[in-house]
């Protein structure tokens, strides 16, 4: 079956006028070719579109069951131009964006607030995942890009580009009655532990070695070694087990966004290590909406 979008065109004509004169008038034509190409369409269709006479031609059955999918497809032909232009400049289509769970309370929501906000056709895809599972996924092509903690091993820099986004430093996450806490704003680990013997609850080494070694850095620096009581691999899950009294623990300062019943948070005294949070991406990914999402962090892929 042969249908182009000039027959469905001169049929609606036709439909809409009730009269094939005054349809050509209408289409700027003559009426001998209008009528050849709704001949041509019936005979497409096997089956008649119109009940002619010479006053009026009346819509079929099969004629009126077809005017109403004949505009759909005539309005989704007009649609087309600016639909491939969105699609070429990245305002419409998908991305498959990663992110640890510290960046849901520091860069993440201000980043899908005004993504969103410019590109608002743009189907977002949000997968929480540790940065050892986001450079799988990146370097298996199956995300386009994760808010990640670095560093990135040195085979998966082959392959990919990172742009830091925050350094923030580590504060303290405690049980609301721990010894020390009343009345402080900042308090030092050592006066910490001089009151308090609850262990440390932490990220697993393998799964953010930086944030690890930040942690346990901020304890040698106090002449301290902490007992590691339990490791999770969610902030949530860290918190939570601090609101039970599990333990106490190092997170960054964007967490303490995350207010859970029981839980108190204190800055550190002296010099702390900064946590990094960044943004890595596939260096061959081409995707157009990737290249909208960097646009916005003023970085072009």
Not at 116 to 145: C, F, H
Request: net charge positive.
């Amino acid at each position: 079956m042969n249908i182009d979008l000039r027959q469905l065109r001169y049929f609606v004509a036709v439909a809409e006028e009730q009269h094939f004169a005054r349809a050509a008038l209408r289409l700027h034509m003559t009426q001998p070719p209008l009528s050849q190409t709704i001949q041509a369409l019936e005979a497409a269709l096997g089956c008649a579109l119109f009940d002619r006479s010479k006053r009026s031609a009346v819509l079929t059955a099969a004629g009126a069951a077809l005017l109403p999918e004949a505009r759909r497809l005539l309005l989704q032909a007009e649609a087309l131009p600016d639909l491939a232009r969105r699609a070429a400049s990245g305002e419409s289509g998908r991305l498959a964006l990663a992110f640890v769970s510290s960046a849901d309370y520091s860069v993440l929501p201000p980043l899908l607030r005004e993504f969103r906000g410019r590109y608002p056709q743009v189907q977002i895809d949000l997968r929480e995942a540790t940065t050892d599972i986001q450079l799988d996924e990146l370097l298996q092509g199956r995300i386009d890009a994760g808010l990640l903690i670095p560093p990135l091993p040195e085979k998966a820099l082959a392959e990919l580009d990172y742009l830091p986004l925050l350094r923030e430093p580590l504060v303290l996450a405690a049980p609301k009655k721990t010894p020390g806490l009343r009345g402080t704003t900042t308090i030092a680990l050592a006066t910490l532990a001089a009151h308090s013997d609850l262990p440390l609850i932490i990220f697993p080494r393998r799964l953010a070695p930086a944030l690890y070694d930040a942690i346990l850095g901020c304890f040698r620096a106090a002449g301290l070694t902490p007992q590691i009581g339990q490791e999770a691999i969610q902030m949530q899950t860290i918190v939570g087990l601090v609101s039970a009294g599990m333990g106490i623990a190092l997170v960054p300062q964007s967490v303490s966004n995350l207010k859970r019943p029981g839980v108190e948070y204190r800055a550190l005294a002296g010099d702390t290590p900064l946590v990094e949070t960044g943004l890595a991406w596939r260096r061959d990914n081409r995707s157009p909406v990737l290249r909208a999402f960097l646009k916005l962090l003023g970085k072009t892929s």
